[in-house]
C-alpha cells in the first residue's frame, strides 16, 4: 500500500475545560476521498480546521504527503477549503475570488501591486496564465457566465460553484470541505452530490468531507469516518459500516429509519433471550449477560404465526412513504416501538400478522458498553426461511 | 402602494397626528421661516423689513467674515474627522486583535464622550495655556519652545481640532468594534486558507472592504459632527483671536442672536443646511452603492 | 493560525493602548489633580499631579457656591428626563404607523422624517427663537424642551426596529381585541425596548451636552444647563482661578460619567445601535 497522503496522528483538543476532540488517528491514502460524519457538536468541523492549520491541535501531529505540517501555518500548507457559508468575498466578482488564491501563492507583493505591478518584467505572463486556468475551471463547473459576477448576484448554488471552482483552479494537496452542501435546497443537494464525486474523481486528489448528513458520506466517500463525542467509532467503506457497525452508537447513528434496538440477556448457551422469547442464539462469551440486539427495520418480517426466535407485538401504525411503508410495532416489555420496513403493497395485508422476526444473519450483537459481540452462527432460526 | 383600509387609516392617523402637528410647528413652520427670512434684511426688534431677494445671499459672498469662518469650518473638518476615523479605527483593531484589557480600554477611550464638551474643554485650556499649561511645561521640559495654542491665530484651529480629535475617537472606535464584530470569521479562515499570511493582506482583502459600510457611516458622521463644531469656540475662543477660529456656527450665533440680523443670520442658515444636504448627498448617492456590495 | 501573536507583538499592542489611554486620561487626571491645588500653585509652572498645599475645600466652595450648583444639575437632569420622554412617547406611535400601518399619506409623512433629519436645531434656531419670545418663553425650563419634543432620529430609528417586529405578533394582538394604542404601549414597546434603551442614551448624552440652543433662550443662572451654567461660572471668575474653575467642571462633568461607568453596556449598546441603524 502507498504511504497515507494525510496522516491524523493521536489528535486530541480542548476548548478550555470542554474536551472536544480525543486520541484521533485517521489515515488517508492518495486520491481517497473520506466522509467524516456524526452529529452536531461531535468535533468533526473542529478535526477538519485542524487538518487545515486554522486550529492547532493540543496533542498529536498532522502529516501531509508524508511531512509533519503540524507547525506549518494554513496558508503555507497548501490545502483548499470550501466552507458551508462559502466564505466568497463578496466585494470581489467571481473571477477575482477565483483568481485571489492563485495571485497570493504565484506573485511576489511587488507584483501584486496595483497598476504597478503590471509593468514588472513577467508579471503579464503570470496574470494571463490565472486568467486562462479560471476560465478553464469555470467552463468545467459551468460557472463561465457568472465570473464578472459579485456574490450577491448569485444564486446560492452559484455561490457554491464558485467556492468549489475557487478550491479547486490552484490544484492544491488536499480538498477540505465543510458540509459544502447544507445551505443548498434538497433537490441540488443530491444533483450537486454527483458533481463533487465527479470533480473529485478527476481531480484525484485526498478528499475530507465533513457532513451530519449520513446519506452523502454514504452516498460520495470511498471510506466513512463515524465520529461521536471526540472520537471516531469506526472507518470502513460505506456498506462495511451499514452493514457491520463495530459499535452500538455507529449502528443507531447511521441507517434511516434507525436501527431497533433491543434489550435482551444472554444464558450460559450463548442464546439471547428478550422477554421470555429466545431472539439468537451462538453468541460468543459475552462479556456481559446484558446485551443489546439491533436490527434493521427491513431486515424485520412479520408472519402470521408464532413460531421459534420470534416475538409477538401489537401494529399501532402504518406510514406510507411511497417506495416503501414502515410498520410501527410494539412489543410487551419494550419501551421503544419497533419499526419494520416492507413494500407497500403488502402493508396494510400485514396488519393481521402480529408476529415479528428477524431474518437470517441480520441481528446485530452488542454487549453493555455498546461494543459488538461476535455470533458463531446467527440467528439459526430462520435456516427454514 | 396596495390599497389601505379606512379603518388602518384612521388608526394611522390617529399615532401621527400628535407628531405630524409637532413636526409642522416645530420644523416645517420654522424651515420655511428662515427660507423666507433669508431673503429679508429683518432685524430683531425692528418693526420695518425690506425683501431683498437673492442679493441677500449676494451679501454673503463678499461678507469676509462669512467666508473666513467657512474655510475655518473646512479647515477644521479636514484635521479633525479623517484623524479622528483613523485613529478610531485604529484603536478598535488593536482592541480587537487580542484579549488583553479590551473591556477597560474601550471604558477608558470612551470616557471622553459622555464627559461634558465645555467642561473638558475647560481643561483643555488649562492644558494648554501658553505659561503654565501642563502641555508647554512638559514641550519645554523636553527642550522645546512652547507653542501658544489657542491664542494664536495660526495655531488655534489646530488646537481646537486636537479637542475635537479627542473627543471623538472613542465614539468612532465604539462602532467600529460593532463593525469588526460583525465581520463573517469565516472570510478570515478563507483568507488564510487562499494563502494571506500578512497582516496587511488580511487587512487590505478582508477587513477593509467589509468595515466599507461602517467607515462610510463613521466618516459622515465624523464630517457632519466637525461641521457643526460650536461649543468649544464658544467657550474657548469665542471665534477670536482676530476671527481665526470663527467657524458656520459661531457667526450664525453672533449674527442672529447677539447683532440681531436676522435676515443675514438666516441666509447663513441656509448656506448651514445647504452643506449638510451636499454631505449627505455625497454619501448616500455617491459613496454608499461602493460600499455595498449587493 | 489566525490571531496568532507573538509575546512582542502583544506588548506592543498593549504599549500602544497604553499609551493613547494615557494620552486620553491626561486631562482627567489634571482636571482632578488641578481642582486640589491652590493658585499659587497652578501658576508655578510645575508638572507635578500631587499638590502641596490644600485649597481642595476653597476650590469645591467656590465651584458649588459661585454658581447654583445643584439647581444648575437639577436642571440638566430634569430637561433631559423630560426631552427623552416626551421624544419616546411622540415618536414611538409614528414610528409604528410608518412601519406597520397602510395608510394614504405614510410616503409624505416619511418624508417629512428626512427632511427632519437633514436639518438640525441650529439652522432653524432664528424663528424658534423669535417664536419663544412672542409666547414668552424665554427664560423658562420649558423653552429647553419644547424644540426637543419631536424627534424624527426617534422615529426612524424605532420604525427601523419595529419593521423588524413579525407581523403576525400584530395581528395575534388585534385578533386578541387590542386597539392600535394599546398595541403600541403593550406590544410594540416591550419588543422596541433595546431601540428605547439605546435612544435614551443617545439623547440624554446629546440634549447633556448641547450649549447652542441653551445659551440663546436663556440668560439667567437659575434656569441654566450644566455646560451654560459653567460658562456662567467662567464669566462670574475673575482672572484665571483654574483651581476652582477645574472643581467646577470636576462636579459638573461627575455625574453623567458615573451614569456611564454603572452602565457601561448600556452605553457601548446604545451608541452602537443607534449608530449601525441610523
Redesign the interface.
Same mark, same amino acid.
Given at each position: 500500500m502507498k504511504p497515507p497522503a494525510l496522516h491524523l496522528k493521536a489528535i486530541g483538543k480542548a476548548f478550555g475545560e470542554t474536551r472536544v476532540l480525543s486520541g484521533i488517528d485517521l489515515t488517508v491514502a492518495p486520491g481517497e476521498f473520506i466522509a467524516l460524519v456524526g452529529p452536531s457538536g461531535c468535533g468533526k468541523s473542529t478535526l477538519l480546521r485542524i487538518a487545515a492549520g486554522l486550529e492547532s491541535p493540543d496533542e498529536g501531529s498532522v502529516v501531509l504527503d508524508g511531512r509533519d505540517v503540524t507547525a506549518i501555518r494554513a496558508a503555507d500548507r497548501d490545502m483548499a477549503m470550501v466552507f458551508q457559508s462559502y466564505a466568497l468575498y463578496p466585494h470581489l466578482t467571481a473571477r477575482q475570488n477565483m483568481a485571489l488564491p492563485l495571485v497570493m501563492r504565484r506573485m511576489t507583493a511587488r507584483e501584486r501591486l496595483p497598476l504597478l505591478g503590471r509593468f514588472l518584467p513577467g508579471v503579464r505572463a503570470k496574470l494571463s496564465a490565472i486568467r486562462e486556468e479560471i476560465e478553464a475551471a469555470a467552463t468545467m463547473l459551468k460557472i463561465a457566465p457568472l465570473l464578472e459576477r459579485k456574490p450577491a448576484q448569485m444564486s446560492g448554488g452559484q455561490r457554491q460553484r464558485v467556492a468549489l471552482g475557487r478550491a479547486l483552479v490552484r490544484h492544491p494537496r488536499a480538498f477540505l470541505m465543510d458540509e459544502p452542501l447544507s445551505n443548498l435546497d434538497a433537490a441540488l443537494r443530491v444533483h450537486t452530490r454527483s458533481e463533487i464525486v465527479d470533480l473529485h474523481r478527476r481531480a484525484g486528489v485526498v478528499t475530507l468531507y465533513v457532513t451530519h448528513d449520513q446519506e452523502e458520506a454514504l452516498g460520495m466517500a470511498d471510506r466513512v469516518a463515524v465520529m461521536l463525542g471526540g472520537r471516531i467509532l469506526q472507518v470502513a467503506a460505506p456498506d462495511v459500516i451499514y452493514r457491520d457497525p463495530q459499535h452500538i452508537d455507529v449502528a443507531s447513528f447511521i441507517g434511516s429509519p434507525r436501527i431497533n434496538l433491543l434489550p435482551a440477556s444472554v444464558d450460559a448457551a450463548g442464546r439471547a433471550q428478550c422477554g421470555t422469547h429466545i431472539m439468537a442464539d451462538g453468541i460468543d462469551s459475552p462479556t456481559s449477560s446484558q446485551v443489546r440486539l439491533g436490527v434493521r427495520p427491513e431486515h424485520l418480517r412479520l408472519d402470521s404465526e408464532a413460531r421459534p426466535w420470534s416475538l409477538p407485538v401489537a401494529i399501532e401504525r402504518i406510514e406510507f412513504l411511497g417506495a416503501g411503508a414502515l410498520v410501527h410495532c410494539r412489543a410487551e416489555g419494550l419501551q421503544d416501538p419497533l419499526i419494520a420496513s416492507v413494500p407497500p403493497a403488502r402493508a396494510e395485508a400485514l396488519r393481521h400478522r402480529p408476529i415479528l422476526h428477524a431474518s437470517a444473519n441480520s441481528l446485530l450483537v452488542f454487549d453493555s458498553a455498546g461494543a459488538r459481540v461476535g455470533q458463531r452462527q446467527i440467528a439459526a432460526c430462520h435456516a427454514a426461511e | 402602494m396596495p390599497r389601505s383600509d379606512p379603518h388602518e387609516s384612521r388608526a394611522a392617523w390617529f399615532l401621527c397626528g400628535p407628531t405630524l402637528l409637532l413636526m409642522l410647528l416645530l420644523l416645517v413652520l420654522p424651515t420655511i421661516a428662515v427660507f423666507v427670512l433669508s431673503l429679508t434684511d429683518a432685524e430683531l426688534g425692528e418693526p420695518v423689513v425690506h425683501f431683498l431677494g437673492l442679493d441677500a445671499y449676494a451679501d454673503l459672498l463678499t461678507d469676509r467674515s462669512f467666508l473666513g469662518a467657512f474655510r475655518h469650518t473646512a479647515i477644521y473638518v479636514l484635521l479633525v474627522a479623517p484623524a479622528s476615523v483613523l485613529i478610531g479605527l485604529g484603536l478598535a483593531m488593536l482592541i480587537e486583535a487580542g484579549a488583553g484589557g479590551r473591556a477597560f480600554f474601550r471604558s477608558v477611550y470612551f470616557l471622553p464622550v459622555v464627559s461634558l464638551v465645555v467642561a473638558m474643554a475647560s481643561v483643555w485650556q488649562y492644558l494648554m495655556h501658553p505659561s503654565f499649561g501642563p502641555i508647554n511645561i512638559a514641550l519645554r521640559m523636553l527642550g522645546f519652545a512652547g507653542v501658544n495654542w489657542l491664542g494664536s491665530s495660526d495655531n488655534v484651529l489646530a488646537a481646537l481640532a486636537v479637542i475635537g480629535v479627542w473627543q471623538a475617537v472613542g465614539f468612532n472606535m465604539v462602532l467600529f468594534l460593532a463593525g469588526l464584530t460583525a465581520i463573517d470569521r469565516t472570510l478570515y479562515a478563507a483568507a488564510e486558507m487562499d494563502g494571506i499570511r500578512s497582516a496587511w493582506d488580511r487587512f487590505r482583502v478582508v477587513t477593509w472592504p467589509m468595515l466599507g459600510p461602517t467607515t462610510l457611516f463613521v466618516s459622515t458622521i465624523s464630517v457632519i459632527n466637525a461641521v457643526k463644531v460650536f461649543e468649544t469656540v464658544a467657550t474657548l475662543t469665542q471665534g477670536g483671536p482676530a476671527k481665526a477660529s470663527e467657524t458656520l456656527l459661531w457667526v450664525i450665533y453672533q449674527e442672529g442672536f447677539v447683532y440681531l440680523h436676522i435676515g443675514s443670520a438666516s441666509a447663513m442658515a441656509v448656506v448651514f443646511i445647504a452643506v449638510l444636504l451636499f454631505l449627505l448627498v455625497i454619501q448616500t448617492r455617491v459613496l454608499d452603492k461602493q460600499v455595498h456590495y449587493g | 493560525?489566525?490571531? $496568532?501573536?507573538s509575546p512582542l507583538l !502583544?506588548g506592543l499592542?498593549?504599549l500602544?493602548?497604553t499609551f493613547?489611554?494615557g %494620552? #486620553?486620561?491626561?486631562?482627567?487626571i489634571?482636571?482632578i489633580s488641578?481642582s486640589f491645588k491652590p493658585q499659587a500653585e497652578?501658576?508655578?509652572?510645575?508638572?507635578s499631579l500631587i499638590p502641596t498645599g490644600s485649597a481642595a475645600l476653597d476650590n469645591y466652595t467656590k465651584a458649588l457656591t459661585r454658581i447654583p450648583m445643584g439647581r444648575i444639575l437639577l436642571n440638566g437632569v430634569v430637561v433631559c428626563a423630560a426631552i427623552v420622554l416626551f421624544q419616546i412617547v411622540?415618536?414611538l406611535?409614528?414610528a @409604528?404607523?410608518?412601519a406597520k400601518? !397602510?395608510?394614504? /399619506? $405614510?410616503?409624505i409623512?416619511f418624508g417629512?422624517v428626512l427632511? /427632519?433629519l437633514? =436639518?438640525?436645531i441650529?439652522? #432653524?434656531? #432664528?424663528?424658534? @427663537?423669535?417664536?419663544a419670545?412672542m409666547l414668552n418663553l424665554l427664560n423658562t425650563l420649558a423653552v429647553l424642551i419644547?424644540?426637543f419634543? +419631536?424627534s %424624527?432620529f426617534a422615529?426612524f430609528l424605532f420604525r427601523q426596529f419595529i419593521r423588524a417586529i413579525p407581523d403576525d405578533l400584530i395581528h395575534a394582538a388585534r385578533s386578541d381585541g387590542l386597539?392600535?394604542?394599546a398595541i =403600541?404601549w403593550r406590544i410594540i414597546l416591550p419588543n422596541a425596548w433595546p431601540a428605547a434603551s439605546a435612544f435614551a442614551i443617545f439623547s440624554v %448624552?446629546a440634549h447633556?451636552?448641547d450649549? @447652542?440652543w441653551p +445659551?440663546?433662550a436663556i440668560s439667567k443662572t437659575q434656569l441654566a444647563t450644566?455646560?451654560l451654567g459653567?460658562?456662567f461660572f !467662567?464669566a462670574a471668575e475673575v482672572g484665571?482661578d @483654574?483651581g476652582a474653575?477645574?472643581a467646577?467642571?470636576v462636579v459638573?462633568?461627575t455625574p +453623567? %460619567?458615573l451614569?456611564?461607568?454603572f452602565a457601561?453596556r448600556l452605553?457601548?449598546e446604545g451608541?452602537?445601535m443607534t /449608530? +449601525?441603524k441610523?
Open positions: - | - | 493560525m489566525i490571531g $496568532r501573536s !502583544r499592542r498593549l500602544v493602548l493613547g489611554a %494620552v #486620553i486620561l491626561f486631562p482627567f489634571f482636571m488641578t497652578v501658576f508655578s509652572a510645575g508638572l411622540f415618536a406611535p409614528a @409604528y404607523a410608518l400601518l !397602510r395608510f394614504r /399619506g $405614510r410616503e409623512l417629512l427632511l /427632519g437633514l =436639518v438640525p441650529h439652522a #432653524i434656531s #432664528i424663528p424658534l @427663537y423669535a417664536a419670545r419644547i424644540p419634543t +419631536l %424624527v422615529i386597539s392600535e394604542a =403600541v %448624552v447633556w451636552n450649549l @447652542y +445659551l440663546i450644566p455646560p459653567l460658562l !467662567r484665571d @483654574y474653575l477645574m467646577a467642571t459638573i462633568t +453623567l %460619567v451614569f456611564f461607568l457601561q452605553f457601548i451608541v452602537t /449608530g +449601525l441610523g
